[in-house]
């Protein structure tokens, strides 16, 4: 069992910056690909950014690649998420999940393939 509890949303102004942070009960943390999800009023839950096991293997949406940043921590059994030049279509509950993955440099796209998630943060941006 995995626990994961987000935090470092708030209101930022466009063009600001924010960093998610997410940390992880257990000690079994390094066994998880994480990922950041967001869900905004009315959409569906999607995938934003996923790092491996490893931690040198990440992946992002189209949409934020070159703008956030994924990284980890398995000693603080922490995940971060840095945000650069947020724009207003960035405003959502921002989600992160754990995912068991069987080689070390594995990372997940889809929600199917997390486990465990967080109960969210939310980052507001206004223009």
């Known amino acids: 069992q995995v626990q994961l509890v987000e935090s470092g949303g708030g209101l930022v102004q466009a063009g600001g910056s924010l960093r998610l942070s997410c940390a992880a009960s257990?000690?079994?943390?390094?066994?998880?690909?994480m990922g950041w999800f967001r869900q905004a009023p009315g959409k569906e839950r999607e995938f934003v950014a996923a790092?491996?096991?490893?931690?040198?293997?990440?992946y992002y949406s189209a949409v934020v690649k070159g703008r956030f940043t994924i990284s980890r921590d398995n000693a603080k059994n922490t995940v971060y998420l840095q945000m650069h030049s947020l724009k207003p279509e960035d405003e959502a509950v921002y989600y992160c999940?754990?995912?068991?993955?069987?080689?070390?440099?594995?990372?997940?796209?889809?929600?199917?393939?997390?486990?465990?998630w967080g109960q969210g943060t939310q980052v507001t941006v206004s223009s």
């Open positions: 999940a754990a995912g068991g993955s069987e080689t070390a440099r594995d990372v997940h796209l889809r929600t199917t393939e997390y486990d465990y």
């Open positions: 257990g000690r079994t943390f390094s066994r998880y690909c």
């Open positions: 790092i491996s096991r490893s931690g040198d293997v990440f």
